[in-house]
């Protein structure tokens, strides 16, 4: 186990309206400072299906499909005691300040990528915010039981949030 600061800033700007939390940056994401950066993560062809556009594939590219489409990242941890990338080895966590986003954007919902990141969202910022988050089946490599289509299919309610 090792301790690990989140480094990676969130990205977001006034125009966002949905909030889309992972709980915690893969070794990959960490390695690289941006989001789902391991190439086995799903979340930007899963995106991309539910906007409707190609998959961007740099760190620039993917900053501005967000920011295009409404759409704010971020991670619910901002340090915690983790090994590698295993979101079940999580221990002591410290959370982010979600209200830097939230006071900033007119956020209609937010989404949660997995069950960790929502079980993290509901104990620790849910209060907090005073907004609830709709749990969403993680994009990672690791839920095998979601084929991309599937996916697809049950990431495409955020679009009901993306253009009001």
């Known amino acids: 186990m090792e301790t690990v600061k989140h480094e990676i800033p969130p990205v977001y700007d006034k125009n966002s309206k949905i909030l889309i939390l992972g709980s915690f940056p893969s070794v990959k994401s960490r390695e ?3 989001f789902y950066h391991h190439p086995q993560n799903r979340f930007w062809k899963v995106l991309s299906g539910v906007v409707g556009c190609d998959i961007p594939v740099t760190i620039d590219d993917k900053k501005e499909f967000l920011l295009n489409n ?4 971020w991670d ?3 340090s915690c005691e983790i090994e590698g990338s295993s979101d079940s080895s999580i221990k002591n966590v410290v959370v982010n300040d979600l209200n830097k986003i939230i006071d900033t954007c007119d956020i209609k919902q937010i989404f949660c990528n997995g069950g960790k990141s929502f079980e993290l969202y509901k104990k620790y910022c849910e209060k907090n915010t005073n907004l609830k988050a709709i749990k969403l089946p993680s994009t990672s490599p690791a839920n095998a039981r979601f084929s991309l289509e599937k996916l697809t299919n049950e990431w ?3 679009k009901n949030f993306l253009y009001q």
């Open 32 to 34: 690289n400072q941006f």
């Open 70 to 73: 409404n759409i704010a990242v």
């Open 76 to 78: 619910v941890i901002a």
């Open 156 to 158: 495409q309610i955020i």
